[in-house]
């Protein structure tokens, strides 16, 4: 049922009954008004929405709501969490091709230093070397890359901030 017909509803009765019954009209429609009451009644076997569908509207139905939530079996909402672990890498790899680059970052190594607008990549020196004669300019920023060969450890390039 739409919000217009239950108004047009509400309009009909309040019509038929007149008086007598107006101040039960007006609750009743401000019930059939609230979303959370609405969504109280359609999930009746959850007693937790219902429990809170008395506590979010202003003069709830109590009796109807307190004799719906002993109608309804115990139903409490479980949540299974899995924890999910990174996958953490025990070693540096080239970023070229995909091999082990050194054992730790605190290994002494030969390696080159790709970079260009967009920033720099540790790689294999023969990996650098090939890659550049292939590629001399980057495709996303149009930049030369620079090639620089170091023999140190991966941490003064890695942990730069």
């Known amino acids: 049922m739409t919000s217009e017909e239950r108004l047009n509803h509400h309009k009909n009765l309040q019509q038929k009954f007149g008086n007598e019954l107006k101040a039960e009209l007006n609750f009743a429609y401000e019930w059939v008004s609230k979303p959370s009451f609405l969504n109280g009644l359609d999930n009746k076997k959850r007693k937790d929405v219902l429990a809170f569908c008395k506590s979010s509207i202003e003069n709830p139905p109590i009796r109807l709501l307190n004799h719906m939530m002993q109608k309804t079996e115990r ?53 650098a070397d090939k890659y550049i004669e292939n590629n001399p300019q980057c495709v996303v920023c149009k930049k030369y890359y620079l090639l620089e060969v170091r023999n140190s450890t991966l941490r003064q390039m890695l942990l730069k901030f």
């Open 75 to 127: 139903y409490d909402p479980k949540f299974s969490f899995k924890s999910i672990e990174p996958e953490i890498e025990s070693f540096p790899k080239c970023n070229l091709c995909g091999e082990k680059l050194a054992d730790s970052i605190v290994e002494v190594v030969n390696f080159s230093e790709v970079g260009c607008g967009c920033g720099k990549r540790c790689s294999h020196v023969h990996c």
